[in-house]
């Protein structure tokens, strides 16, 4: 179509425009994107494309583990994720979409970033899928400015209109809302149908073991579940310049990790305690003291 990208005409958010001809006769301007630049171990890789006899495919890594929302969803006769697990899907993720706004040339905004575009593969790695609706930006170019809504209804950044990776930061905020809380996103028979409305409205009424997922039966420490949780309302702020960006979200996200992670490590030193005060007694009770 372009004779080997012979001719370019500009470069815009989307890379190279080139000069072609559809169907040999028609003029067209070609936008040239190589999805394969995009490559992080939190991304799902495109592997390659199918372009046969009216055939069209686009060919990406085998992710084994479906995606977060089948696991957290308990209807699937498969384990709960652990709090710990959680967690590190959740940092996976944000790994992923922290590359896309500042490790790619030019920037990504995901714009769809939802529990369903988290993939997991065998070890429940986390990686990003569905750039469906990706789009490129120059870092200080206001041509980004869009007027096209996009992205899934309960995920949408409240401020729409614009294309800014603030919007990737509201979206994973409110994934991390359904990792704590095991929540519909909208759920109309709820008192507060959203749930960053319905988060705020338990919160207030002091009622902290409803927001929970109860399915984790308890099983998480109290101050990694309250940073967690103040880094979801956090991102799902409606006002964008109070929000994190993605680097300040890993930061976060590694703090309640490491929180996490002390807190399982006390409990096995205890474990390991009580086990061993139980061998010396049961040792002393059936061998007789020497007389």
Request: some cysteine; charged content about 20%; aromatic content about 6%.
């Amino acid at each position: 179509m372009t004779n080997n990208f012979q001719t370019a005409l500009g470069e815009g958010g989307f890379g190279i425009v080139y000069h072609g001809y559809l169907n040999g006769s028609e003029e067209v301007a070609v936008k040239v994107e190589l999805l394969l630049r995009v490559h992080h171990i939190n991304l799902v890789s495109l592997v390659g494309y199918c372009d046969e006899r009216g055939h069209l495919a686009l060919i990406y890594e085998y992710m084994s583990n479906v995606d977060l929302k089948h696991h957290l969803s308990g209807k699937h006769d498969i384990s709960v994720l652990k709090w710990s697990t959680r967690l590190r899907i959740a940092l996976d993720a944000a790994l992923g979409l922290e590359y896309l706004h500042i490790g790619c040339r030019p920037s990504m905004v995901h714009r769809d970033v939802k529990s369903t575009n988290i993939l997991l593969d065998q070890q429940l790695t986390a990686k990003i899928a569905d750039f469906g609706l990706s789009r490129s930006f120059q870092l200080g170019d206001e041509s980004h400015i869009s007027t096209v809504v996009a992205g899934t209804p309960g995920y949408l950044d409240p401020e729409t209109g614009r294309l800014a990776e603030m919007s990737d930061v509201y979206s994973f905020g409110i994934v991390l809302l359904e990792i704590l809380t095991n929540q519909r996103v909208i759920d109309q028979n709820r008192e507060k149908p959203h749930i960053t409305e319905w988060v705020a409205f338990v919160l207030n009424r002091g009622d902290i073991a409803r927001i929970m997922d109860p399915s984790l039966r308890g099983d998480y420490d109290s101050t990694s579940v309250w940073k967690a949780l103040e880094l979801a309302m956090s991102c799902a702020n409606p006002s964008s310049q109070r929000r994190p960006n993605m680097s300040q979200v890993i930061s976060g996200l590694k703090e309640c990790l490491t929180s996490e992670n002390l807190m399982r490590s006390k409990k096995q030193d205890v474990d390991s305690d009580s086990s061993l005060e139980m061998t010396i007694n049961f040792d002393t009770n059936v061998f007789p003291s020497a007389r």
